[in-house]
């Protein structure tokens, strides 16, 4: 069901096969007459990470915004896999999953509810997927207890529990290790290494150090391209 | 002239008082809707001298 | 099908320069329409039959009816332009055209209820008219209530922008409802002065007066335009130039 | 299949739900999220009673005066009783974020406002058109217009629910937005409630009310087709402010 898309080499069984993901260039955003940043301009190929650090408020959360399509207040032109994003916008929004600051976790519903309608619109999930990927990210337990019994680190475990279920091929996380302890935290990081291996890119924002092995990871400060 | 002399005309036929009251409700808005912009043109340029002037001293 | 001056219409700086060229000979054209039609209203009409004298009330009540409602439609188009083309300046002549409107909603409101006294012997009646002209105003305060709500001037003027859309769907909904419903409910005292056939010299004057109503609310909304403009844009280096040689 | 930048190419598999198994999803998910907050659910109903018996305390018990008060008195307590539930329809989602969520799915976002209003009329509604003939009842309405009650609520009820969620999309991100609500969408009220007690009006003298029923469902079905491209469009703009 991908609409108007034409990619250049497919592979074997039809499918489109690609290694340059998502290419932005001179964007610009303002915000209430204030300019965040301008002439920004990145490439994310398959399998890579791109970390986006800048202090606060200086726009890493709108820049992630304008990647996750949430909103069009930008100037400046976006290509998923060569094509300009407005025309393969559904194809794009199937192949992204974005995590942003409130990870969207209803309070009176469980953890299996609340992933099921998460992920319910990219694929239909069985009862033992969803329970394992729960015990990945350390839920084990967890399942049918509604989520505002949970501390605001387990919610956003929950939430962070849809990278364990998700096929997309990008992946953008806002602040992924807010609220997650340490051992929680390493896991994740060698999960998203492991990840981007084999192919998926990754855009997140975060403030600490990542011990990933550096050939993954691409660094893009915001702030360089403000005022 | 429709009106034979000008009492006649303020009076209106005892309805005198609808129709000046009226129009004269209609000059207000009118007025009205030319003074806020002129005002706010007037507000907008001093701000903006103060802040050249301000600009000006930092020199 | 060049659009070239569509895209000039959106640069607020050539609007300013036209502006300044065109006002003031629209302020003569407005003044000079809305005298000779105030004047022959006023001084020059016959009486009216059955009403007298305080029918030519109607020289002021009509028009500001008709310019409420031109103003909702104007505002309405300007907002969807501004919303489906990011057009800075629809934007702005959105949000200027509204406190207008509902002066003149306002204006009409005020001046058909005082009519209402001599002709219907009541301050205020259900009248269809003068009902869907208070459902108007409401229309136009919620219009700049929620203008005025949200902080972010760009998302105040989309979101008002499809409130405007939406509310110029329902007019005619609410026009045909309350006629619907007036006529239901209609008291005798009413039914009797329906709209009287005017003879021709009565309507000379209105139809002046309607044109100097409109070339009055160009003008207003040119200033209204031109106050704004200089506000939002004084970054731009074309207002500090205008501000430095003017003072 | 290694390009020459010697990166891991990655097979992209289009993978999404048909737009109607999506809004499927969302639908049932608020109807569970209703059910799971049973204490707010029995608020419109209540206020809705509370509000059609002060009419009586107020106005005179008399049961002929308030027969003729009866169509009045119940619609303007269902209007009122939708309006304040509006609020609530995207508020819970736009502070936790799932709004964003819903912003960004693959299906169009018509489909998911479509189930979201009908899960909230389902919640808030349809409580209104159970209670309707018990509050008849007190009003002392004549039994010939208790079915043309019913069908003037089913008519407009979601009606109303529809332009209440443009509204509720438009005023979501302003903080105290529920009073800004009822000024926006009261005005859009007005066909809705005049041809309401039209019918049910006509309905209690014994005349037919087949025309006001009748435009109450072409209202319907123009909300149906066109509120949902607004509340998106609202939505939209609120999310990228």
Redesign the interface.
Known sequence: MLTSLCWNNLSGDGLPVVTELLRVNQLVCERDERLLFKGLNFTLNTGEMLQVTGANGSGKTSLLRILATLTDDYEGEIYFAGQAIQAVLIAYRQQQLYIGHAPGIKGPLTPIENLRWLQGWYQSLSLHTIENALAKVGLHGYEDVPCYSLSAGQQRRVALAQLYLSHQALWILDEPFTAIDLKGVQHLESFLAEQASQGRSIILTTHHQLNVPDGLVKKLNVADYGE | MYFESWADFWAMGKHGLYVWSCYGIAAVVMIYNIWVPLAQQKRFKQRYLRQLRREAQQQ | MNWTWFHKLGSPKWFYEISSRWLPWLVILSLLLLVTGVVWGLAFAPAERFQGNSYRIIYIHVPAAFLAQATYVFMAIAGGVGLIWRMKMAEIAASCCAPIGASFTLLALLTGAIWGKPTWGAWWVWDARLTSMLILLFLYLGFMALQAAIDNKKTAARASAVLALVGLVNIPIIKYSVDWWFTLHQTASIKLTEKPAMPAEMYYPLFICLAGFYCFFAVVLILRLRAEILHREHKTGWVKALMSNKC | ?V?E?N???????????SPG??AW??LC?DL??GF??QAELINPPLFFLIVVTLFPLGISPDPAFLAKLAPGVIWIAALLATLLAMDSLFR??Y????L??L?????PLFMHVLAKVTAHWLLTGLPLLVLAPILALMLSLPSQAYTTLIASLALGTPLLSLLGA?GAA??V??RR?GM?LS??????Y??VL??GT?AVVAASEGLPAAGQLLWLAV?LTLGLT?APF?IA??LK?????
Do not use: C, F, N, Y
């Open positions: 299949m390009s930048l990166v891991p190419a990655l097979t992209i598999k289009p993978v999404a739900v198994g999506a999803i969302t998910r569970r999220l799971r907050r819970g989602d502070e936790d974020g799932a964003d969520l912003l960004i799915v693959p299906q443009i438009l005023t991100g302003i937005g800004l000024l926006l969408i009261l005005p859009l007005i066909p005049l041809l039209g209202l066109l607004a469009a609202g703009i609120t999310a990228s402010g």
